[in-house]
C-alpha cells in the first residue's frame, strides 16, 4: 500500500514518471523479501540444491565443475521469476490487488516492471552466491569476462522465465498457481540439461531439449564457460525472444479478460 500512496503523490507527466517506476520497484523487492516464504526458498534452495548435486556430486573433475556451475545458475534464477510472476499474480488478481493497482494513479507498466526488476535483482544476488560457492568450494576458475557473460545471462534470463510465470499467473488460481509452476519449473529443469548433462540420459530426451525454453538458457550459459562451442548464439536468443513475446502476450490476452 506504502507504494501506491507514494507513487500517488508523483505527478505522472514528462520525466517525473521515472521516481514512480523506481518507488513501485523498490517496494516491491522490499516486500517480496520480507515474505520468508517466497524469500527463503528462493535464496536457500539453489545454494543447497547446487551442495547436494553439484558440490557433493562432482568427483573432482574440473569441467564437470565448469558444467554444473553454469546449469545450476540458470536452474537457480529460474525459481525468482517463476514464483514471483506465476504464484504472484496469481493471488494478487485473485485478491483485487491487480485492479487496485489499475486504478492507482502510477505509470502504466509500473507494476510489472517492478516484479521484474525484483525477479533480476533475486537472480543476481543468487548467482553471486552460487558463484562465491564454485569459486571457494569446486576449485572454478574463470575468466573476468566469463564470470561477467554467465553472470549477465543468468540475470537476463529472468526475463523468458518471467514472460512463462506471468503467463500461468494470468490464468490459474492462487491454490492451483504453485502445483502448476513446480510442473514447469522442477521437470523442465531436468529435461534441459540442468542437473545433469542430457548425454547420460536417454537419447530422445536430448532431442526434444530444444523445446524448452531453460535449455536455451542452459546452452547460452554453457557457452559463456567454454563447456559447448559457441555456435548458434543468435537462434537461441531468437527463440527466446520469441516465446517471451508469445508469453507476454497470451498473458495479456488473459489478464485483459479477467479484468
Keep these: 500500500m506504502n507504494a501506491i500512496v507514494d507513487s500517488a503523490t508523483i505527478p505522472l507527466s ?9 518507488l513501485e520497484s523498490k517496494y516491491e523487492f522490499l516486500r517480496v523479501l520480507r515474505t520468508p516464504a517466497f524469500a527463503v526458498p528462493s535464496l536457500l534452495f539453489p545454494p543447497l540444491f547446487y551442495l547436494l548435486f553439484g558440490l557433493i556430486s562432482n568427483h573432482g573433475s574440473v569441467e564437470a565443475a565448469r558444467y554444473l556451475f553454469a546449469s545450476y545458475s540458470v536452474f537457480g534464477v529460474m525459481a525468482p521469476s517463476l514464483f514471483g510472476f506465476g504464484v504472484g499474480v496469481a ?59 554467465l553472470g549477465v545471462i543468468a540475470v537476463a534470463g529472468a526475463l523468458p522465465m518471467c514472460a512463462l510465470g506471468l503467463m500461468i499467473g494470468a490464468r490459474a488460481n492462487a491454490a492451483a498457481a504453485p502445483a502448476f509452476v513446480n510442473l514447469i519449473y522442477l521437470p523442465m529443469s531436468f529435461l534441459s540439461g540442468l542437473w545433469m548433462p542430457l548425454s547420460v540420459l536417454p537419447h530422445f530426451l536430448s532431442q526434444i531439449a530444444p523445446l524448452w525454453p531453460a535449455w536455451h538458457l542452459g ?41
Design 14 to 22: 514528462g520525466r517525473s514518471t521515472l521516481p514512480a517506476y523506481a
Design 91 to 149: 493471488i494478487e488478481r485473485e485478491r483485487g490487488w491487480l485492479a487496485l493497482k489499475r486504478v492507482a494513479p502510477m505509470p502504466p507498466g509500473a507494476y510489472l516492471l517492478a516484479k521484474l526488476v525484483m525477479a533480476m535483482l533475486f537472480a543476481a544476488i543468487i548467482y553471486f552466491t552460487l558463484a562465491a560457492m564454485a569459486s571457494g568450494l569446486a576449485g572454478v576458475r574463470l575468466h573476468v569476462s566469463q564470470w561477467l557473460s
Design 219 to 259: 546452452q547460452l550459459a554453457l557457452m559463456s564457460v567454454g563447456q559447448v562451442p559457441a555456435i548458434g548464439i543468435g537462434s537461441h536468443l531468437a527463440w527466446l525472444a520469441g516465446f517471451t513475446a508469445i508469453c507476454f502476450g497470451i498473458a495479456r490476452r488473459w489478464l485483459a479478460r479477467a479484468a
